[in-house]
């Protein structure tokens, strides 16, 4: 077979996945790998392949799940964007030092710039801290061609291999040659070595070194080594660049008319970077421009940097995307070339990102000021779309998946501390509560805290596209799977207050947080899960409630209370006639507006 297709990178990524023998493919959705998994799933069920294919409660469990299929002996992969490596860093820190068997690729999406993430870390750090090697390709056809390469060195030196992939090559689109399916037959199973796969610390010593022996042995395997993209020129300058800034450096050389002036070298190993490159490269040009995204890991490596500008001469940015434009520039300024660098477009006027109209957790999170004011308590949040509840004054922490349940109960013990009172209300979603919550409540249940917890269930990962969770019962190939009670989960943690509303409903909902707060105060954690399915969850349509008409009154004098304190996208304001209007486009007909207006200017009509 060989048609060419317009794929964007994790599509890509996936059928690259599928044509190598990936034989187990697990995730937890995060932007900006979150469609790899449903790309595996959807070759899976066109090429009727019998590949395991499965979301997993987090990252940690993702990867072991994933981690065990190698050692049984197939190729396997997890993916995850790079906030999530950190949950999976203490079986990532294991699994290399104890190997693996058939390939295991870790597909780890960087987020430069951050897009949609809370940090901007570079997963290539991370493979050096864990001591594997670390791909990094530059458009969606490499990442593709790379999962070939990264299981080949996967088995031959028996570790996992880190494939780390950007934004801009995840989500740029590629035609891309669709290959052949190899066909691998594997047999063998779990073959019993307490020594390697349950060792003890003396043990772990041993494959310590082992793991750093093989780390030399790939510095110089020659199919990872940097490719030099200028054959034949002679010059005294060299750029040393990977991921997507190689791509965006290859058109700047042309553009420049550098390509005969000026050495260009695609790292595609940035760790372990090869020894000989690093040898030539140092032995041959006098001065050595390196650009890469997001911390200077080929950079460090270079032991030698008395030739070397980089991030840590100042001569690249230390944070953020390096876009085509600062690339343009740093080069100009490294080659003394002119570069005409069109000004940057002027930044579209926008609304800032809200909640969707109609969208449950705004609900919430209104339900919320009233019941208990922000005036008095403290609001603690979580990762997942439910951040933006931000704009709307319902969010004073956000720190990482799972830490609105530990950072109230930490609230919690601090204020008591003190001598001092006062009313915490902890916001996590469902998916993040399954993530990292748990075990955050089982420690507040166990330490006495008291908060009121609000788990935001709108019974899907929305933020990422509407993944499953374990409450839902359909697995990531559309199977029917076992299905987890969170009700159930909050009581056996021992939580007596566990009660479950509609946050549309808001005079009942409100006084369901009344009620929470108040055993809060005097008895212990309260639950509250707040139900209403994700309004952009095709599954849940039949649970949603009929839609409700509704009109700005003449009342209205456009005080912007409700613009401002529930931030529905379909209330405007409208200037001219000095009143807020409904915007009939965005309108959902959720009907909580009409609880929103402290002069009742909202009300429900008749529909014509
Ligand atoms: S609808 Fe009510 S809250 Fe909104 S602007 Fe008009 S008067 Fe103010
Ligand atoms: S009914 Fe009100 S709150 Fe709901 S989407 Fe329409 S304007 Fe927004």
């Known amino acids: 077979m060989s048609s060419r297709v317009l794929m964007m990178g994790n599509d890509a990524i996936a059928r690259g996945l599928v044509e190598n023998g990936c034989a187990v493919a697990t995730s937890y959705p995060g932007t900006p790998a979150s469609e790899i998994l449903p790309a595996v799933v959807k070759w899976k069920k066109e090429l009727s392949l019998p590949l395991h294919a499965q979301w997993a409660v987090n990252e940690k469990i993702a990867f072991e799940i994933a981690f065990a299929g190698s050692i049984a002996g197939l190729r396997t ?10 949950v999976a860093a203490d079986p990532l820190l294991s699994a290399a030092y104890m ?12 987020d430069p710039g951050p897009h949609s993430s809370q940090t901007e870390q570079d997963s290539r750090l991370m493979a050096m801290f864990a001591k594997v090697p670390v791909l990094d390709p530059s458009t969606p056809r490499e990442a593709k061609e790379f999962i070939a390469l990264a299981y080949e060195l996967s088995e031959a030196f028996e570790v996992p291999v880190l494939l780390r992939p950007t934004t801009r090559v995840c989500h740029a689109s590629q035609d891309i040659a669709l290959g052949d399916l190899l066909r691998i037959e594997r047999n063998g199973g779990f073959r019993k070595e307490p020594t390697r796969w349950a ?6 010593l041993l494959l310590h070194r082992g793991l750093n022996d093989k780390l030399k042995a790939m510095a110089v395997y020659p199919q990872t080594a940097p490719r030099l993209l200028s054959p034949g020129v002679t010059a005294k300058k060299a750029v040393v660049t990977s991921g997507v800034a190689a791509a965006h450096t290859k058109e700047i050389m042309d553009d420049l008319h550098l390509r005969d002036s000026c050495a260009v070298y695609q790292v595609l190993q940035p760790y372990p970077l090869h020894t000989d490159f690093m040898r030539t490269l140092l032995g041959t040009y006098d001065e050595i421009l390196v650009l890469e995204e997001t911390t200077g890991v080929i950079e460090m490596q270079l032991a030698d940097r008395s030739k070397v500008r980089g991030k840590m001469s100042g001569a690249v940015p230390e944070a953020g995307e390096l876009l085509p434009e600062h690339i343009e520039r740093i080069i100009a300024d490294f080659t003394g070339a002119s570069a005409e660098t069109a000004a940057p477009p002027p930044a579209a006027a926008g609304r800032r990102p809200s909640l969707c109209p109609g969208c449950p957790h705004r609900a919430s999170f209104f339900a919320i000021k009233k019941a208990i004011p922000h005036s008095r308590s403290i609001y603690t949040s979580d990762i997942g779309c439910y951040t933006l509840g931000l704009n709307l004054g319902a969010i004073d922490t956000a720190l990482c998946m799972g830490a609105s349940v530990s950072q109230a109960a930490g609230f919690y013990h601090a204020y008591r501390q003190m001598g001092k009172e006062t009313d915490i209300v902890a916001t996590i979603g469902d998916s993040t509560f399954f993530h990292a919550g748990i075990p955050a409540l089982i420690d507040a249940v166990v330490q006495d ?16 596209g509407n993944q499953p969770t374990p409450a839902t019962g359909i697995g990531a190939c559309g199977d029917v799977t076992g299905k987890i009670s969170i009700e159930g989960l909050v009581k056996s943690c021992g939580v007596a207050f566990c009660k479950e509303g509609n946050p549309y409903r808001v005079p009942h909902f409100v006084a369901l947080l009344k009620e929470a707060r108040e055993h809060s105060r005097t008895h212990g954690l309260a639950v509250v899960i707040a139900r209403y399915p994700c309004l952009m969850d095709k599954r849940s349509k ?24 529930f931030e529905c996208p379909a209330l405007e304001p409208d200037e001219a006639a000095k009143k807020v209007r409904i915007n009939r486009i965005l309108c959902t007909g959720c009907g909580v507006c009409l609880h929103v207006c402290p002069k009742r200017s909202i009300e429900g009509v008749e529909r014509a």
Do not use: H
């Open 77 to 86: 992969m997890v993916s995850m964007k790079q906030v999530g490596l950190n």
């Open 99 to 110: 190997g693996v068997k058939g390939g295991f690729i870790v597909i780890c999406a960087d």
């Open 199 to 204: 060792a003890t610390p003396k043990f772990r």
């Open 449 to 464: 805290a008291r908060f009121v917890l609000v788990v935001l269930d709108n019974s899907t990962t929305a933020m990422t």
């Open 542 to 565: 039949e649970e949603r409630l009929p839609a409700v008409a509704v009109a700005i009154s003449e009342e209205c004098d456009g005080c912007g209370y409700c613009t401002k304190e």
